[in-house]
């Protein structure tokens, strides 16, 4: 079974700009989320979909940041304008079903740097 | 146990050996846990699970330990191998998501 697959795997940009990411989920999972890991912390949740629906997005910098999961498969996330602080591993997972207790498989990630 | 900034803690253990990696969680609430084991340049992978109505869940040379009075997690495995060396962290499902801790540095050494 192929995994979560996510692209590009790194991305530097310069701080203003803007940069998107790109994540296909596990065939037949329903639950795909977006998560951020700056060095050294743990992955935080930036946004969950059920389908094409956003679950939460509570965490979300809603000013910069903007995802979709159009026809509830492929989603993607963007950025803009980035700042310094966005530099992070962006992390992308999915779940078979909505429920949270439903393991959450993760891709390899978009590492980005913003100078 | 507790990072700050970018200093994960870190378990150095020799190859061979039991490693025991611990965790402090926040929710009582909380029903369900996972330990995730990351590799460098790779995504978290899920390791072990156990629901909070059970104390002890044993997987393949892996072993979860949950004692919701003190609210503290902890994976045990056997016999370290070099393939065990990478970041792993312990996540609570609680408030509806999931919540990562800080993570433990784990290195075998020969």
């Known amino acids: 079974e192929a995994g979560v697959a996510q692209s590009p795997r790194y991305k530097i940009i310069e701080k203003r700009q803007s940069v998107a990411f790109w994540c296909n989920p596990i065939?037949?999972?329903?639950?795909l989320y977006w998560y951020q890991q700056i060095l050294g912390q743990g992955p935080k949740l930036l946004i969950q979909?059920?389908?094409?629906?956003?679950?939460?997005d509570s965490q979300l910098p809603k000013d910069r940041f903007s995802a979709e999961r159009l026809k509830g498969v492929d989603s993607t996330l963007k950025i803009q304008p980035a700042k310094l602080e966005d530099s992070a591993v962006y992390l992308c997972?999915?779940?078979?079903?909505?429920?949270?207790?439903?393991?959450?498989?993760f891709g390899p990630g978009t590492r980005l740097t913003v100078l | 146990g507790e990072s700050v900034g970018l200093h994960l803690p870190t378990l150095s253990v020799q190859e061979g050996d039991n490693s025991i990696i611990n965790c402090a969680y926040s929710?009582?609430?909380?029903?369900?846990f996972i330990w995730y084991k990351q590799e460098s340049g790779k995504g978290p992978q899920f390791i072990i699970d156990?629901?909070?109505?059970?104390d002890k869940r044993q997987g393949q040379r892996v072993t979860v330990l949950l004692n919701k009075t003190v609210k503290h997690l902890s994976l045990q495995i056997a016999a370290t191998q070099p393939g065990d060396s990478a970041v792993y962290f312990c996540?609570?499902?609680?408030?509806?998501?999931?919540?990562f801790g800080a993570g433990t540095q784990v290195v075998v050494t020969p």
């Open positions: 997972a999915s779940s078979l079903e909505l429920a949270g207790v439903d393991t959450q498989y």
């Open positions: 065939s037949g999972h329903a639950t």
């Open positions: 979909f059920q389908n094409n629906g956003v679950v939460d």
């Open positions: 929710n009582s609430a909380s029903d369900y």
């Open positions: 156990i629901r909070s109505n059970m």
């Open positions: 996540a609570e499902y609680g408030w509806g998501k999931l919540q």
